[in-house]
């Protein structure tokens, strides 16, 4: 704060106030843009419509073994 006079001293405070208020709204927009999503992904099964009907043998097969 600077100022010799109450009314130097509140425009000071004000803008003070003003800088803080930027300030966290820039970090408020950082967090947010960082933020990550809780949980897990649902986990969901590969797509073989695209296989041959010997790809998909062959990819039933090695589920069952592995």
């Not at 109450?6 to 003003?18: H, I, K, L, M, T």
């Amino acid at each position: 704060m600077a100022g010799n006079t109450p009314e130097e001293v509140e425009a000071s405070v004000a803008r003070a106030r003003q800088m803080v208020e930027r300030i966290r709204s820039r970090i408020e927009a950082q967090i947010a843009e960082q933020r990550v999503p809780t949980g897990a992904p649902i986990r969901s099964a590969p797509d073989i419509s695209g296989l041959s009907a010997q790809e998909k043998i062959a990819y039933a097969l090695s589920q069952q073994r592995g």
